[in-house]
């Protein structure tokens, strides 16, 4: 059995075919996390992991120490003087900042210069930046226990649609034509062989981000359907969709259809709480835009 099949959700069954084909893209296409994202989400796995561990291993990285020291100084920790070091960057933001820092960090490497010069490249960056960011404002607003992934889920719940987009930008564009983004994973199927959840399933894989991550990916459109992650697969649904009846996606959702989705009622979100999140979502959304 290869690293990557398919083995843990059984209404998902491609054929080996299809594995092959959507392996090869995925290798052809998706850069290796660097060495040092790598040693630093390792370390960040130990809850007893020292801010001088973590700030040794950051130093080494030139673009991930000038990321977190940035993101120290900015207006959101409002410290009272400025941070100059890393160890003290990396105290002032705290450990799971650092993991934000560095996973937007990988997601924004893997979008090539010429993705970042057309507008659905551009268009794709942004809903996943703002999906992550209501993913985690979400879940703080339901104060729900063991989503710490919600941002990393949420930032790489379309990843597969970057590689999709990567591998024929012209053909890609066509799944725009689509009212909503079931719609468009059906003609991403036609036009690919496969859609982006599929894809970004196997991203997760090849970066060994873990099963949960993957799931999530996998059946970020299709929560009913999932049997791991149920909480963190939910959050990524609702957030994806709120950003988009915000205006921030490559596709339409009606007011309507939210409030009335599986998720909403599986999380029992009223509208208030939505609005909440959506406000933090909101009030984060730039600094962030801004600091990666
Ligand atoms: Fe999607
Ligand atoms: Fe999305």
């Not at 010429?114 to 507008?119: Q, Y």
């Amino acid at each position: 059995m290869s690293t990557y099949e398919f083995a843990v959700e059984e209404t998902f069954e491609p054929t080996a075919e299809e594995i092959l084909d959507i392996e090869s893209l995925v290798k052809a296409k998706l850069l290796p996390l660097p060495g040092s994202a790598t040693r630093v989400l390792g370390l960040i796995e130990d809850v007893n992991v020292s801010t001088h561990d973590l700030a040794e291993v950051i130093a080494y990285d030139p673009v991930l120490a000038s990321r977190v020291m940035r993101l120290a100084n900015s207006p959101m920790y409002a410290m009272q003087k400025e941070v100059a070091t890393v160890q003290a960057a990396v105290a002032a933001v705290g450990v799971r900042s650092i993991y934000d820092i560095v996973m937007l960090g990988v997601a924004a490497d893997s979008f090539s210069s010429d993705m970042r010069s057309m507008k659905t490249g551009v268009s794709i960056w942004e809903h996943s930046v703002a999906t992550a960011i209501a993913a985690r404002a979400l879940s703080k607003e339901l104060s729900l226990r063991g989503t710490e992934e919600a941002f990393t889920c949420g930032l790489l719940h379309d990843i597969g649609k970057n590689l999709l987009f990567q591998t024929d930008p012209m053909r890609y564009t066509e799944t725009e034509v689509a009212e909503v983004e079931e719609a468009a994973s059906k003609l991403e199927e036609q036009i690919f062989g496969f859609n982006h959840s599929q894809v970004g399933f196997y991203v997760a894989r090849r970066w060994g981000l873990g099963d949960a991550v993957a799931a999530t990916i996998l059946w970020h459109h299709k929560p009913k359907l999932a049997t791991r992650a149920l909480a963190i697969t939910h959050i990524v649904n609702v957030a994806d969709d709120l950003v988009t009846m915000k205006g921030m996606g490559l596709h339409m959702e009606t007011p309507d259809s939210l409030p009335a989705s599986d998720s909403v009622a599986a999380l029992e979100l009223d509208s208030i709480k939505m609005e909440n999140a959506w406000a933090a979502t909101e009030a984060s959304l730039n600094e962030f835009l801004e600091s990666c």
